[in-house]
């Protein structure tokens, strides 16, 4: 069992600029969710799939945001145009059932 | 949406101390959950209780659906303990349909001095 794994774990960009997230689940879950994380706060639900399906993002999500996941198994997420406020922990969560599991996250930092 | 408020906010203790941190919750929840956020970010999923009690080491969790409660109990603390402890919680779809998606409270703060 390697665990959710994300990549990069770090990504400093300029106002402006396209990011994207990879993330990389337990093989055998079948859920992944997406929540982002601002300093001194708790995580905050974007979207969630189960397998291949996006059943629901948060009003969070803007227009500039998209996640995929493709094949049901890795999924990315992807910022466009990247704004100050975007800066914060992208973390990744995957599950079987109920409980969920999480990666290491991706720390964004927009200059 | 459901609202979810932990206490206390900070909590610094001696090695060797006991504690318990409390999650309030405002509506009906099918899936609770506790977790540690250790000093590198990194969420580790404690329990999943959506009622009752388990125990697992030094940790152990009691949720009472009913009154919308859950406590964390943590003994003999070690500093590696310290971080940041999250209660989330299912936001109940009354359909019947729970897609998992958490709500997390604002969190309890943990320093544990050797």
């Known amino acids: 069992d390697t665990g959710v794994s994300q990549n990069p774990r770090h990504k400093i960009t300029k106002r402006g600029q396209n990011v994207t997230f990879r993330c990389d689940p337990i093989?055998?879950?079948?859920?992944l969710y997406w929540y982002r994380q601002t300093l001194g706060q708790g995580p905050e639900f974007l979207t969630y799939?189960?397998?291949?399906?996006?059943?629901?993002k948060s009003r969070l999500l803007s227009d500039r945001f998209s996640a995929e996941r493709p094949k049901g198994s890795f999924s990315t997420l992807e910022i466009q145009r990247t704004e100050q406020g975007d800066s914060a922990m992208y973390l990744c969560?995957?599950?079987?059932?109920?409980?969920?599991?999480f990666g290491p996250g991706t720390r964004l930092t927009v200059l | 949406g459901i609202q979810v408020e932990q206490s206390p906010p900070d909590l610094i203790l001696q090695e060797g101390a006991n504690s318990t941190l409390r999650c309030n919750f405002s509506?009906?929840?099918?899936?609770l959950q506790w977790f540690h956020q250790n000093p590198w970010g990194q969420l580790i999923n404690l329990f999943y209780?959506?009622?009752g009690t388990k125990q697992n080491g030094r940790l152990s969790a009691t949720t009472v659906a009913t009154e919308r409660y859950s406590l964390l109990y943590i003994s003999s603390s070690q500093t590696t303990d310290s971080g940041v402890y999250f209660c989330?919680?299912?936001?109940?779809?009354?359909?019947?349909?729970?897609?998992?998606?958490?709500?997390f409270g604002q969190g309890t703060i943990l320093t544990v001095h050797p």
């Open positions: 989330a919680v299912d936001n109940f779809n009354a359909g019947g349909t729970s897609y998992g998606k958490l709500t």
């Open positions: 509506d009906s929840v099918n899936n």
């Open positions: 799939f189960q397998n291949e399906a996006q059943l629901e």
């Open positions: 969560a995957s599950s079987s059932d109920r409980q969920q599991f």
């Open positions: 093989s055998e879950h079948n859920r």
């Open positions: 209780i959506p009622s």
